[in-house]
């Protein structure tokens, strides 16, 4: 079951860019969460962004909710070399909190 | 240092070779999960605990047992493998409900031949 899905499923920047993804799911939330994915290694959570929020910042992230288009961003302002990684979106599949459902990610390329 | 550990980072093995991998984490969650990540097909869940006793099944369960006997420990059982759960596998926590963070292991690259 697959809730939200990225866009665009590859990007690729000079360092000192900004990056910019997107995440559309289909029902409703309760919130969004955002990972991040060092090749092939664990996620690492960034960011959470509740459903009555419309954007939170962290660092150089910037993340934004639109609940009626049902859609996210996240957004890294003047990228890095570091920044190179794949990038989730991730929303839970019910209120009993058994799953969190990823979509299938952004791979970003930094170069420098 | 809060942390999910699983073990081995890297297995191979032949079909039909019972193994475990282990997972473990030192923050006191209830929620535990288990997921497998494929190429196109993205992070799938195979069981998930809400707490101590307390399992059940994902999207992907058949060929896989887990227990949690222990809050901190969730191993993850392939009883008979076939070549079909080669992939890269994770183990994930956080605390119970929505709205929480999952914090998740380095991951397990499995390959069954």
């Known amino acids: 079951s697959q809730q939200g899905e990225e866009d665009p499923q590859a990007l690729s920047i000079q360092e000192g860019e900004n990056a910019t993804m997107n995440c559309s799911y289909k029902?409703?939330?309760?919130?969004l969460q955002w990972y991040r994915q060092n090749s092939g290694r664990g996620l690492v959570h960034l960011i959470l962004?509740?459903?009555?929020?419309r954007e939170k910042h962290s660092g150089r992230l910037r993340v934004t909710l639109d609940t009626s288009k049902k859609s996210s961003s996240l957004l890294i302002t003047a990228s890095r070399a570091a920044d190179t990684a794949s990038y989730f979106c991730a929303t839970d599949l019910n209120q009993a909190g058994t799953a969190l459902i990823f979509g299938k990610g952004t791979t970003l390329s930094v170069s420098s | 240092e809060a942390q999910v550990t699983q073990n081995p980072r890297y297995l191979i093995t032949v079909t039909g070779k019972k193994l475990t991998v282990t997972c473990s984490q030192n923050?006191?969650?209830?929620?535990m999960s288990w997921y497998r990540q494929d190429p196109g097909l993205g992070l799938r869940q195979i069981y998930y605990?809400?707490?101590?006793?307390?399992?059940d099944k994902g999207d992907v369960p058949e060929g896989y047992k887990v227990s949690r006997k222990e809050k901190r420990n969730f191993p993850l059982i392939l009883e008979s493998p076939s070549p079909n759960q080669t992939s890269l596998y994770f183990c994930a926590s956080r605390v119970g409900g929505l709205g929480h963070k999952l914090f998740f292991g380095s991951g397990t690259q499995l390959s069954v031949l």
């Open positions: 029902t409703s939330i309760n919130n």
């Open positions: 923050m006191n969650h209830e929620y």
């Open positions: 605990s809400m707490n101590v006793e307390v399992t």
């Open positions: 962004i509740r459903s009555n929020e």
